[in-house]
């Protein structure tokens, strides 16, 4: 209870703090966050709403099973849901308000050093000959489906399956730091629109190639592709919705992947393969469908590692869980009697 307080207080001062910066940066928000209640992408991702349903229900449950009466398992599975609303209307208000703080400059830079990372070629193109466009297009339901269950209900699925409060409080900083640090952040040092959206920018045709590429698969008749049209849409307007607002470097979509695969292989070896395969799948898609360049994932994969060291270190030293440090703390103190 204490860590989903500490989650809902800082999901709740994110979105205050976001709300002031957009003010100060931008013209009419309100009316903005007034359209998110009339506007939305022409895809219908029904699972992820009956997700949003059930999830919750099953983490009431759980909580139910630990002993907790209704009103504190209630209370605490809703302070998890309201923190997750705040904390993506904030990222929501703070990503669309970036280009009016640091206008878009880095693609150029990004596309080059991509290049130059992988041997003079551009990284969709080097997957898209290795992996193959329809496998690609196969898996491209992962990126707006399984993912966005994970983006938004993370949280709610950590209060439904660990009794660990340290963990649970682990995860929710890394949680919070996939959105806020990487989409944030980071962003601001690098704002770039990413591939997709490099020739519409830029007027330009450094990508020509990948969009003829994209076309002859298919994408735009896509779920994927209606979503980055919608992005476009909304960008080029000045609108803003959930999850609207076009920012690259660095990938939140590879950041929440990262931290799911991290809790995977920490709570079971049998979790810690699929999971990983997800996680190096989100990275491939964000690569090959130009939302992403290949150093945003890179980037991102290397700052949630390097975060989740650091917590690990900060509440569990030695690497030692809480109850096993207290039985071999209790082993030692018997042998020394």
């Known amino acids: 209870m204490v860590a989903s307080l500490a989650f809902f207080a800082f999901g709740l001062g994110y979105a205050l703090f976001s709300f002031v910066i957009a003010v100060v ?145 682990r995860y929710f900083l890394l949680y919070c730091a996939s959105w806020v640090v990487i989409g944030n952040v980071l962003a601001l040092g690098g704002m770039s629109v990413g591939p997709v959206f490099f020739d519409r920018f830029y007027d330009s045709s450094r990508f020509g190639l990948m969009t003829l590429t994209h076309r002859f698969a298919g994408v735009e008749s896509t779920t994927l592709g209606a979503l980055q049209e919608y992005l476009w849409q909304m960008s080029s307007a000045g609108r803003e919705s959930f999850g609207t607002g076009i920012s690259a470097f660095a990938s939140v979509h590879v950041s929440v992947a990262t931290v799911v695969a991290l809790y995977c292989g920490e709570r079971s070896a049998l979790l810690a393969v699929p999971a990983a395969l997800l996680c190096g799948a989100i990275l491939l898609l964000s690569i090959w469908s130009g939302y992403h360049y290949a150093a945003d994932g890179y980037v991102s994969v290397g700052v ?23 039985q071999v703390s209790g082993d030692l103190y018997r042998a020394n009697r």
Not at 309 to 314: G, K, M, T, V
């Open 25 to 169: 940066f931008r013209d009419e928000v309100l009316a903005d966050m007034l359209s998110t209640t009339t506007s939305g992408p022409v895809a219908t991702l029904w699972y992820v709403a009956v997700s949003v349903v059930l999830v919750p229900v099953w983490a009431v449950w759980a909580e139910l099973r630990r002993g907790k009466d209704v009103r504190r398992a209630i209370g605490n599975v809703a302070l998890v849901v309201a923190a997750i609303l705040a904390l993506h209307l904030g990222f929501t208000l703070f990503k669309t308000t970036m280009p009016a703080i640091v206008p878009y400059y880095a693609d150029p830079y990004l596309a080059a050093f991509d290049a130059w990372l992988h041997a003079n070629s551009d990284p969709w193109a080097v997957i898209n000959r290795v992996v193959g466009p329809e496998t690609m297009l196969g898996l491209a339901p992962l990126y707006h489906g399984p993912w966005l269950i994970a983006a938004f209900l993370f949280p709610v699925i950590l209060v439904a399956c660990d009794d660990d409060e340290a963990r649970i409080k």
């Open 304 to 326: 949630m590692a390097l975060l989740w060291a650091f917590l690990r270190r900060r509440f569990e030293p030695a690497g030692l869980l809480p109850a096993f440090r207290g």
